[in-house]
C-alpha cells in the first residue's frame, strides 16, 4: 500500500473513535515513520514498509486508546513529556494552575514548595524550569508515576531540584514549606466518564472518593495543620459550593477560585491565616 491507501484506510478506521480522524491518520503515520507530516504529502506514492506495524497503532486508538499513550510522550506547557499507561496525561487547564502558582512564588520570592499527585512530573517540572531556585518534594501513592517522572526530571536534568517520594499526601513529608500544589484525583466515583479516560487512564488519578471532593479537603486540612501559607489546587466544576463551605468552616485568610478557558469553576488558591 503507499502513503496515500494507508490514509485513506487509516482515516475510515478512525472515523468513529476521533474528531480529527484524517489529522490523527497522518499524526500516527508520521510517528511510525520518524518523520514530519509534510513528508507524507510530498511522499504520497510511495509504498509502506510496515503497513501491519502502522496498523496495529491505528486499531488501538480505533480502539479508544489514547494518542498519547500510542506515542509515549504528551505535549505540556512548553515541553514534551514522556507519558504510558498508568500515569496521567497531563491536560491544558492544568497549565492555569501552574501560571497562577509562578505567580505568588515570584511575589513571595518563595525556595522551598512541594507537589502531592506528581504523575508525569508535569506540574513540577515546568515549575522547576521556570526558577531555578526552586526546591520541590514532589509525592505520588503510586510506583509507576513515580518511574515516569523520575525518568522525565532527569531528561530536563532538574534532578538537582526536584526530590520524588512515595507518600500519602504529605504524610512522609515533614520538610518546612512554603507552598503546596496539587491536581489531585477529584471525579466523583459514579461520575460517567469517556472510553478513552475510563478504559485507559488510571483510577487512582481520577477519583478523589465517593462525592470526588474527599481527598481535596485532606490535602486543605494536612497544609493548614502544617502552617503552610499557601495551597493551590485543580478541583471539579461543581466543586466550589462546597468547597467554599468547607473553608469558611475552617478559616482561611482568602480563598480566591479560578475558572479554566470554558469558563467552568477549575481550582483555587487558599492562603491560610
Ligand atoms: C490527576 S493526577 C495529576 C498528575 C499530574 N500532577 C498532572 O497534573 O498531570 C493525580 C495524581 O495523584 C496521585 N495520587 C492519588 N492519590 C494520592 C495520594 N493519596 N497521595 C499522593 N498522591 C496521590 C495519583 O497517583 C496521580 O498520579
Known amino acids: 500500500m503507499t502513503i ?6 487509516a482515516r475510515e478506521e478512525l472515523q468513529e473513535a ?6 490523527e491518520a497522518e499524526l500516527l503515520l508520521a510517528h511510525h ?21 502502522f496498523k496495529s497503532l491505528v486499531q488501538r486508538r480505533a480502539a479508544h486508546e489514547p494518542y ?28 492555569i494552575l501552574i501560571d497562577l502558582v509562578a505567580e505568588i512564588i515570584e511575589r513571595e520570592q518563595f525556595t522551598r514548595i512541594a507537589e ?55 504524610d512522609e513529608v515533614d520538610e518546612p514549606l512554603e507552598l503546596v500544589v496539587s491536581n489531585p484525583p477529584y471525579i466523583a466515583e459514579d461520575f460517567l466518564l469517556a472510553s478513552n479516560v475510563i478504559d485507559y487512564e488510571p483510577r487512582e488519578a481520577l477519583f478523589g472518593g465517593r462525592v470526588g471532593d474527599e481527598l481535596l479537603k485532606q490535602i486543605i486540612l494536612d497544609v493548614k495543620a ?34 479554566d478557558l470554558a469558563q467552568l469553576d477549575r481550582g483555587f488558591v487558599i492562603k491560610f491565616s
Open 226 to 259: 502544617r502552617g503552610i501559607r499557601y495551597l493551590a489546587c485543580e478541583m471539579g466544576y461543581d466543586q466550589k459550593a462546597p468547597l467554599q463551605e468547607f473553608v469558611s468552616q475552617i478559616g482561611v485568610e482568602y480563598i480566591h477560585f479560578y475558572q
Open 4 to 9: 496515500k491507501e494507508v490514509l485513506l484506510w
Open 116 to 170: 502531592i499527585g506528581v504523575g508525569s512530573g508535569a506540574i513540577s517540572i515546568v515549575l522547576a524550569r521556570k526558577f531555578p531556585q526552586l526546591h520541590i518534594i514532589a509525592t505520588d501513592i503510586s510506583d509507576i508515576p513515580l518511574r515516569v517522572a523520575g525518568k522525565n526530571i532527569e531528561r530536563f536534568g532538574l534532578g538537582g531540584q526536584i526530590e520524588l517520594r512515595k507518600s500519602n499526601l504529605l
Open 68 to 95: 498519547e499513550y500510542i506515542v509515549g510522550s504528551a505535549s505540556f506547557y512548553d515541553i514534551h513529556l514522556e507519558v504510558e499507561k498508568g500515569v496521567l496525561i497531563p491536560r491544558p487547564e492544568t497549565e
Open 18 to 23: 476521533c474528531e480529527r480522524p484524517s489529522y
Open 33 to 53: 515513520l520518524g518523520k514530519d507530516r509534510t513528508y507524507l504529502m510530498t511522499h504520497d506514492r510511495e509504498d509502506l514498509a510496515d503497513v501491519d506495524g
